[in-house]
């Protein structure tokens, strides 16, 4: 009885050995499975890193070029701003709000000239609104007001906003150049108005 045990014991033995060779023999065993996996990962990650590093020092030798929108815009003619109103007690006789949304800007005319009122206030940047009804600019961030002339008279703003400059071509068009700005002493200094007979 002994004897068929342990015949029995060596056989089964014998078989489980021989299926843990079969299964190594047909497939790959779990830990070279995660072994080659854990590789491949790093080697993986090593190239996609060395990638990314070729592709930025590529890059460097092409300029990084940003587009910027014109900054000249022409506005119309002096035609275009007369008008037989009569100027208000701050000697404006209309605000032009076409191009405050796009440009950021008001046009005023006033009894003698017309000029490009800034849009952004003297405060801390926020875009003014003018508000007709009551003959103002006013910032929606901190409540700074401006007469019509662009000069401030409550809240914190401590200046009047600014202007820009403007000129007259050749054939008579107005053009408004945002990127130059003057303070409104700077402005009367220099006469960055267009005269209006």
Known sequence: MELKLKASNGLEGGASSSSKEEKQMDG????????????????????????????????FFYPSVVFHPPSTFVIGKIADFATDKQPDQYGVIFVDNRFKKDHRFFVIRDQNR???????????GCTVNW?????????????????????????????????????????????VDTAVVFSEKEFEKQKIYIEVA
């Open 131 to 175: 508000f007709p009804g009551l003959n103002i600019f006013k910032c929606p961030c901190h409540g700074s007001e401006f007469h019509s002339n662009g000069h401030e008279f409550a809240g914190p703003a401590p200046r009047p906003l600014d202007r820009l400059k403007i000129t007259q071509d050749a054939e008579g068009n107005l053009i």
């Open 28 to 59: 790959v065993s779990r830990r070279d499975f995660i072994s080659k996996g854990l590789s491949v990962a790093g080697w993986g990650s090593v190239f996609l890193g060395a990638g990314a590093g070729m592709a930025q020092c590529i890059r």
């Open 114 to 124: 017309v000029f490009a009122l800034f849009a952004r206030c003297t405060h801390l």
